[in-house]
DNA sequence: GCCGTATGTATACCGAGTATGCACCGCCGC
DNA sequence: GCGGCGGTGCATACTCGGTATACATACGGC
């Protein structure tokens, strides 16, 4: 969903192939999100399939031109017009786990939280060293960190709830 | 990679068959993540082949049951011992959104955080409300429904603060 | 008897994501 | 000069998560 949305966002500003627009997209999350250029392609393939890109044919360096078609950027236009909702995201994996850990017996619900908080914790911490070390943000990359570093802490939060609430239960 | 270990742990519990370990799945989640019955039949084709679950042939009824074996009982307690990393994780397809408006031309940004944060807003509400109704709570169904509100303030908290720093910076 | 629903298994299909193959080109060292 | 090496660029094969659907059986109500 997101990669094929991000296609048509560089698209709509200007015409481009594909090793290009892998660059762009990487640099326009600040490079936190590594993407494969296999999926680069298939995902022009899907879009031009679907209508929402056109082939231009070749640039003076042979390579393969798309641009976005009027249904495109009325895709695009909706896309960002309309709300990310719960129901698109993908399960919460951790969650999930603990869900599962309560469930299920002959699991150490205590230990399971206690590695995952002190996972959590460093990650926090790692991040906020990004953020703190970064001489000239990149506006984009700044607000990428800063959106883990609030699920980060939410994470943590939870966490110290769910122990409570466990410990509460056992004795 | 979560269904598949969801499998795994009922069936450490005991030897099972596929429309039962849906049902089971479902339950230990609160039936919040309605699980699709092919994808429990391709997940244990796929534990099979890799040995981590076994057929043992039919029961009274003529289901056809699986157990775990012992690398699967293994695979199992890894997967508990293990913490849930950032880059197990998908990419969070709001950040993404926001990198590419700030990045791209022509998206209003304010919008966007205006009409996300309205949108996270009822969602919040809409959990509270659930909370506050359930009667018997089921612990994993409520660990669930507690770690979206999390992550609902979370969205929320961080909206607030890409407002701040997008208005700041246009003007 | 027959229709609707729940139970139960299995397969086809699609999209996201990864690995890999293949070709071209420019640079650097020998 | 030339052979290796890395960057650029395109394309395909493959896996996995997830959905829809086909198909069969059993059971209960009209």
Redesign the interface.
Known sequence: ??VK??IL??L??RPGYGYQLRAEFEE???S??PVNIGQVYTTLGRLERDGLVAKTGEDAEGHVIYEITESGARELAD???R????A????????????????????DVAV?VQ??R???QS?LQELTRLKVRAAAPH???S??L???I??A???I??LD??EE??CR?NG
Not at 83 to 86: C, H, L, R, W, Y
């Open positions: 969903m997101s949305h991000g966002a560089l709509r500003d326009s999350t600040g936190t999100w896309w960002f017009a709300p990310i909702t719960q698109q995201r993908p399960r919460d994996e951790l969650a999930m786990k603990l869900a599962l850990a309560v469930t299920v017996p002959g699991v399971l590695t995952q002190e996972h959590a990650t506006l984009a990359w607000l990428v800063e959106a883990q609030f699920q802490e939410a994470e939060r939870w709830h769910v609430r466990v239960t």
